[in-house]
């Protein structure tokens, strides 16, 4: 019998860690992560689940000889940003995981 009450322990602290790491996942969608190229000339902005939320180009860098280089701009920030919330993502939902061996974490 000594057996199911240690299951049952395991199952409500496998429960509560799922409700904090739900916690946890709600609110990296509502932080804000600025990625940026050109000097700030072009910023983009995410969510921390990778959403784009807003792009800003100030207007001197727009030139229509060159689009290439705002679309370059564009992707550098882009891919900043999305690399910022990677980070941010490992950072909060790696303190779940530390010292787990579990495939696919």
């Known amino acids: 019998m000594r057996g199911m ?8 602290q ?3 860690m799922q409700k904090k790491m739900a916690d946890a996942q709600e609110e990296l969608g509502e932080k804000r992560i600025e990625g940026t190229a050109g000097g700030g ?4 902005i995410v969510s921390g689940h990778k959403e784009i939320v807003e792009v800003n180009i ?11 280089m705002l679309q370059d701009l564009v992707l550098a920030a ?9 980070e941010l ?6 303190q779940f995981t530390k010292g787990l061996n ?3 974490f």
């Open 5 to 12: 009450g240690n299951m049952q322990n395991m199952m409500k």
């Open 14 to 16: 496998m429960q509560k």
């Open 41 to 44: 000339m072009v910023t983009v």
């Open 58 to 68: 100030k207007e001197e860098v727009v030139d229509p000889e060159d689009i290439d």
């Open 78 to 86: 882009t891919n900043d940003a999305l690399k910022k919330a990677d």
């Open 89 to 94: 993502t490992n950072q909060t939902m790696g």
């Open 102 to 104: 579990i495939p696919g």
